[in-house]
């Protein structure tokens, strides 16, 4: 799928708009909130969302945070 030159150049004023709206939020949640709200019109993926996050990362307008999964060996 083709990236949307608009979504491209919107992308991180919706990061920061949805982080605003919500608090913190993972990656996965960020995009079904995108497509939830467009009504399917927008569908930010994560090829193009987590780049936009280190972005803004490294501009020191956001901070991650990185969580391991947990699993059970039984």
Not at 30 to 50: H, P, Q
């Amino acid at each position: 799928m083709k990236t949307n030159p608009f979504i491209k150049g919107s992308m991180q004023a919706i990061i920061l708009n949805l982080l605003e709206q919500n608090g913190s939020m993972y990656g996965y949640e960020m995009t079904k909130a995108v497509r939830e709200i467009s009504k399917g019109k927008i569908v930010m993926n994560e090829a193009a969302l987590y780049p936009a996050l280190h972005k803004l990362e490294e501009q020191g307008i956001l901070s991650t945070e990185h969580k391991k999964a947990i699993s059970c060996t039984t």
